[in-house]
Each structure stands twice: as C-alpha cells, then as structure tokens.
C-alpha cells in the first residue's frame, strides 16, 4: 500500500497526460500509487497511459468503456485508491517537484487536520511564465455560514476564494462516505468541499506553490452554460442544508 494515492482523470488528453504524469513521478516523495483513470477516450490517451503504466510500477490504469465525465472518473480513482492519503490531478495540469512531500509532512506532524491545500501557478496558452495564485485564506467559517445559509439567510459561503482542485491532500478516511456529484458537470470540486467542509473536517491552508493549472480554450470550465447549472444545483443543496447532513 502506496502513501499517497494520485488520481489523474483523463479523457482526450492526448496532449498533456505524459507530462502530468512525469510531473508525480519525478515528486520528491516516491511512496505514491498513481491512478490514470481514462474516461473513454477517442484519441491516444489511453494508449499514452498503458505505455507510462509499463515503464513504471506505480501506475495502474483503468479504462472506462463509457464516458462518466469527471466526477464519474474521479469517483472510479477513490474506489481503487489504497494510499493513506488522497490527491487529485488533472490531466492537463502538473505538480510543482515538492508538492507531496512537504504536504504530508504537514499532516503527519498535525495530525488534527484532515486535509491540506494551497497555493498555484496559472500558465496561459502559448505563454511562458506562470502567474502565481494564492487559495483561500481559511476554512475556519464555513462551516457555520453553511448551517446561515440552510437557515435562510442569503450569504456568500465562500466569498472570499476557493480551494484550487489539484492542490489539495486529503486523509482517504475523509471519503468513506464522501463521492463526487456524478450529476454535476461542472464545479463538482467546490461540491465536495461544501460537502467535505459541512461535515466537519479540517481543511487548512499551507502558503506555498502546489501545481501548474494550464488555462486553454479545450477545458469544461469555459462552458458558461454548465457553470450555470451547476451553480443552481449547489446554490439548492446549500439552501435544503444537504452539506449538513451525516
């Protein structure tokens, strides 16, 4: 059993899934599983990920036959995974070399927290430089504006920021009971945050660098559309207080 799970969900990513998984092999902590998830593609990514899974032990590919979107991919990575603790990276994205390392050596020397986020660097199509992004300051309140919101009241839940998708390590007891919306086709990371952060886990920050988010015209973000719906549906959970609920 692996440390750290990595789950890389893949679909048409033919461009960027070798360097995205070079980045978690070259991380200065090697105890890790790596988890490439392909989500039925059409291009070469599949073969892409049998090709890296021969050169190195620690990947393990699965295939789905059917397209299950994101959440449906990540989900299929949460059932496989066997490591202590949980991160996530996007096919187009890749690890900063000392990501893992000083995040577990974060958890395991607090472990009063349940998971760990930062900081990222956005690089822009055909740019060179990355232009560095600071996360969320604090979790510490949002758990009570969930409990404001349910209640009635109209309140920014997380007004002040986000936590980036890929920066985070999470303890894999945090997802006994915890999936990702296969509903959502959009915004499925904030989802589980709510749902992560309304039943009481401790997620904090940890100032510093994580990964390299590629901004491109291909990815699902740029959909205002989706972004829309799925911003109703998690606008309703946190009226109906389903984020409460155990």
Same mark, same amino acid.
């Given at each position: ?19 995205? +998984?070079? %980045? ?5 902590? #090697? ?12 291009? /070469? /990514? &599949?073969?892409?990920? *049998? ?24 989900? /299929?990575?949460? *059932? #496989? ?28 020397? !607090?472990?009063?927290?349940? &998971? ?9 199509? @055909? ?6 992004? @600071? ?5 510490? =309140?949002? !758990? ?26 999470? $303890? ?15 915004? =499925? *990371? ?8 309304? $039943?009481?886990? /401790?997620? #904090?920050?940890?100032?510093? %660098? #994580?990964? +390299?988010?590629?901004? !491109?015209? =291909?990815?699902?973000?740029?959909? %205002? ?10 606008? =309703?959970?946190?009226? @109906? ?6």
């Amino acid at each position: 059993m692996a440390l750290v799970s990595i789950i890389i969900p893949a679909h048409n990513r033919e461009k960027y899934l070798e360097a995205a +998984v070079r %980045s978690v092999l070259e991380q200065t902590l #090697t105890d890790i599983e790596v988890l490439i998830v392909n989500d039925a593609s059409t291009d /070469t /990514t &599949g073969s892409i990920a *049998d090709s890296l899974a021969q050169q190195d032990d620690r990947i393990r590919v699965i295939h789905h036959p059917e397209n299950k979107l994101r959440s449906g991919a990540l989900n /299929t990575g949460l *059932d #496989t995974a066997t490591g202590k603790y949980i991160s996530i990276l996007d096919s187009d994205d890749y690890y900063l070399p000392n990501k893992l390392e000083r995040q577990v050596a974060f958890l395991e020397s !607090h472990p009063e927290n349940d &998971g760990v986020y930062g900081d990222y660097e956005m690089l822009f199509e @055909n740019a060179t430089e990355t232009k560095p992004i @600071n996360a969320l300051a604090s979790t510490e =309140e949002v !758990h009570a504006r969930l409990i404001t919101k349910a209640q009635g009241e109209d309140i920014a839940v997380m007004a002040e920021g986000y936590i980036p998708s890929c920066s985070a390590l999470i $303890k894999k007891s945090v997802f006994e009971t915890l999936r990702f919306d296969p509903n959502l086709r959009n915004m =499925e *990371d904030l989802d589980m945050w709510l749902q992560i952060l309304g $039943k009481g886990f /401790t997620l #904090t920050r940890l100032p510093g %660098s #994580t990964y +390299v988010y590629r901004r !491109h015209g =291909e990815q699902k973000s740029s959909n %205002s559309e989706r972004m829309r719906i799925a911003g109703a549906i998690i606008e =309703e959970k946190m009226k @109906n207080g389903t984020y409460l609920q155990k």
